[in-house]
């Protein structure tokens, strides 16, 4: 059910690069944060450990140069998707 959701299957994101010198570089992903009151279900939850949300966002701006293209959100509802009972829809969103 999940897969039919999405308009495209899902694909991992790629890390950016950051530093101009070899050993300065480092590789950093978007990250995204919540406090505990927007999702307290993350109290129980393992760091390092992967799971599913699905988040309902505004685009707030974009923008686009021949180095890089930007698009910024607004979270306005996030929820948990229960992995255990789609788990084999989870599996076919990367397929």
Same mark, same amino acid.
């Given at each position: ?14 890390? &950016?690069?950051?530093?101009? /010198? ?41 923008? /686009? ?11 306005? /509802? ?9 788990? &084999? ?7």
């Amino acid at each position: 059910m999940l897969a039919k959701l999405l308009e495209k299957k899902m694909k991992e994101v790629e890390p &950016e690069k950051m530093g101009d /010198e070899p050993m300065a570089s480092h590789e950093y992903y978007p990250s995204v944060n919540f406090n505990l009151k927007q999702l307290p279900e993350s109290k129980n939850w393992k760091v390092g450990k992967d799971y599913y949300l699905a988040i309902k966002v505004t685009m707030t701006s974009y923008s /686009e140069s021949e180095e890089h293209s930007n698009a910024n959100f607004e979270v306005k /509802e996030v929820g948990v998707i229960n992995k255990d009972v789609e788990k &084999e829809d989870l599996k076919k969103l990367y397929e």
